[in-house]
């Protein structure tokens, strides 16, 4: 458990938790799915969950704060994608850890 070790400073532990938080929320989760494959607008992401554009937009700006995703602007839409492919790694095993067996 070397990172364990790395977590000393209460920053490091507030900064963590807030990333553990964020992936506590049923429709995050379902975002970063939506993602995963292929950017998405906010309207795509949408209807890929089931929610409203407006909900949709408040979730995306919490994943981005913590800096999850990224963002690309292509005239009047707004594109979103992961920053990298480690949050699903740690999705996968929080899944395969928890999975009836």
């Known amino acids: 458990m070397e990172s364990c070790k790395k977590l000393e400073l209460e920053q490091d532990i507030n900064r963590i938790y807030r990333g553990l938080h964020a992936l506590a929320h049923p429709t995050r989760l379902k975002i970063i799915c939506a993602i995963h494959q292929q950017e998405q607008t906010v309207n795509g992401i949408a209807k890929f969950v089931g929610s409203s554009p407006s909900n949709i937009s408040q979730q995306l ?3 981005y704060d913590l800096k999850l995703l990224r963002r690309r602007r ?8 992961l920053k990298d ?17």
């Open 61 to 63: 700006a919490k994943l």
């Open 74 to 81: 292509n005239k009047n839409r707004t594109y979103y994608s």
């Open 85 to 101: 492919d480690q949050i699903i790694k740690i999705i996968d095993a929080i899944d395969q850890n928890t999975a009836a067996t």
